[in-house]
């Protein structure tokens, strides 16, 4: 029996961040589910652990800061037309409120808010994603339903990207474009703070319901579901994955 | 970098500190109000007036503020 709503044969899935934690367990996951990838990253050597790990052929994958204006307009132009749009680049950083400033929110956003959007727009605009199309952003709990001490800046980011999906999905409906969040609550990943001890982790741990952080892949079973034809008439909605962490 | 200064701006992230008069020698984790929230305040403290990275670590091995003194200053060199 092969039948699998699921699956994403066919489909060309272009991810940002995947040379580490969410983005690259999205690249492998997406892999093997059938999908065509073109992985970007900053990290040229970390970028190419992840393309050697991939299932299936046909695979590109482009090294790129997408901070920086030339470099995501030139990765606009060079990528071929795609099925679905995974943003995963992001930063956390904690910084309690009395200590942010200008130069700190303009780099948080600029990773985590204008450098994808502004990225899907240039595509969009190069007509690189088609009718049809899927666009994911793995945004966070932290902003949309609830914050951390210390991240107020990065709450914002993702609060933005919330308002951003919602205006979009309403706009690309009519080239029948896709475009959800996932917010997970914390993933097993490197982007955790080491301004923590692991003592704080534990105790943070403790407070989730089902009594662990989540594993990236985990995340990446999420993705699937929005990039595939199964989630067909979802658009402009956050998919919660958190243990169940905001129940309390 | 002057142990009495980094004291100062160690306390004035905090409200108040209570009966207990701020000292180089003084238990940080004594003072009342000391949370993670103040952890995360010290480290941006650091950061912010001199330049040097602490960690979660280097707070959790100190107890005193002059540990913490020590610290920063073997990482100034």
């Given at each position: 029996m092969n039948y ?9 899935i272009f ?5 580490s934690?969410i983005?690259k367990?999205?690249?492998?996951e997406?892999?093997?589910m059938?999908?065509?990838l ?9 970028l ?6 991939l299932?299936?052929s ?9 901070s ?11 990528l071929p ?7 995963s680049?992001?930063?956390?950083r904690l910084?309690p409120?009395?200590f ?6 303009k780099?948080?956003f600029e990773i ?8 899907c727009?240039g595509?969009?605009k190069l007509?690189?994603?088609k009718?049809?199309s ?10 949309n339903?609830i914050?951390?001490i210390g991240?107020?800046?990065?709450s914002?980011s993702?609060g933005a990207?919330n308002?951003?999906?919602k205006?979009m999905?309403?706009?690309l ?7 959800n969040?996932?917010i997970?609550?914390m993933?097993?990943?490197n982007l955790t703070?080491?301004k ?9 741990i ?6 662990r952080?989540?594993k990236p892949e ?6 699937i579901?929005l ?9 402009g909605?956050?998919l ?7 129940l309390l | ?5 980094f004291?100062?701006n160690?306390?004035s992230?905090?409200?108040?500190t209570g009966?207990?008069k ?5 238990k940080?984790?004594?003072?009342e ?10 480290i941006?403290?650091?950061?912010e007036?001199?330049?040097v990275?602490l960690?979660?670590?280097?707070i ?6 002059s540990?913490?003194?020590?610290i920063?200053k073997?990482?100034?060199?």
């Open positions: 699998n709503p699921y699956n994403l044969i066919n489909k060309t991810i940002t961040g995947a040379s934690g983005g367990a999205i690249a492998f997406c892999s093997k059938g999908a065509k073109l992985i970007t990253g900053r990290d040229k050597e970390r190419a652990d992840t393309y050697s790990h299932e299936g046909g695979h590109l994958m482009f090294a790129a800061d997408l920086v204006e030339n470099e995501l307009k030139n990765l606009a132009e060079r037309v795609i099925d679905g749009f995974i943003n680049a992001g930063i956390y910084i409120f009395q942010i400033n200008r130069e700190e929110i780099k948080i985590n808010f204008t450098a994808p959007v502004t990225l727009q595509l969009v007509k690189k994603i009718e049809g899927s666009i994911v952003f793995i945004s966070s709990i932290a902003g339903m914050s951390a991240a107020s800046v990065y914002a993702k990207i308002g951003m999906i205006g999905a309403l706009d409906a009519n080239y029948k474009i896709r475009v969040s996932i997970p609550g993933i097993e990943t703070s080491e923590l001890t692991a003592e704080q982790i534990q105790n943070d403790k407070r989730y319901p089902l009594k952080y989540g985990e995340v990446a079973y999420a993705a579901f990039l595939s034809d199964a989630s067909k008439w979802i658009t909605t956050n919660l994955i958190d243990g169940g962490f905001t | 970098m002057e142990i009495l200064e004291t100062e160690f306390a992230q905090f409200n108040e009966s207990v701020i000292n180089p020698e003084s940080f984790r004594d003072i109000e000391w949370s993670s929230f103040h952890a995360l305040s010290i941006a403290m650091v950061d007036i001199y330049k990275k960690t979660g670590d280097d959790r091995k100190s107890s005193t503020i540990d913490l003194f020590e920063i073997s990482k100034i060199k």
